[in-house]
């Protein structure tokens, strides 16, 4: 695609913390997953991480309710913004 700048936003305070560098990541799982985090973002000039509250998030909250049913995208359906 050829994109050289994402914004990218997640309802985790503690996973925005970890990638902007504010917290450290402890959990050898998280560990894994930011080393992933940070070979990707040198594939753009810019990425931003912004936190977004969840309950400022209602799309973020509704999918987050799906996965923990077991009723998301991967099962056959999806979510569309009304």
Same mark, same amino acid.
């Given at each position: 695609?050829?994109?050289?700048?994402?914004?990218?936003?997640?309802d985790?305070l &503690? %996973?925005t913390?970890?990638?902007?560098?504010?917290?450290? *990541?402890?959990?050898?799982?998280?560990? =894994?997953? #930011? /080393?992933?985090?940070?070979?990707?973002?040198?594939s753009f000039?810019?990425?931003? &991480? %912004?936190?977004?509250?969840r309950?400022?998030?209602?799309? *973020?909250n509704?999918?987050?309710k799906? =996965?923990? #049913? /077991?009723?998301?995208?991967?099962?056959g359906?999806?979510?569309?913004?009304?």
């Amino acid at each position: 695609m050829g994109a050289r700048s994402l914004l990218a936003k997640s309802d985790s305070l &503690l %996973v925005t913390g970890q990638v902007t560098g504010e917290y450290q *990541a402890r959990d050898p799982q998280m560990v =894994a997953y #930011l /080393g992933y985090v940070q070979i990707l973002k040198g594939s753009f000039a810019v990425l931003e &991480l %912004v936190h977004v509250p969840r309950e400022q998030n209602a799309r *973020a909250n509704l999918l987050a309710k799906l =996965a923990s #049913l /077991g009723k998301g995208a991967g099962r056959g359906r999806s979510y569309r913004k009304p």
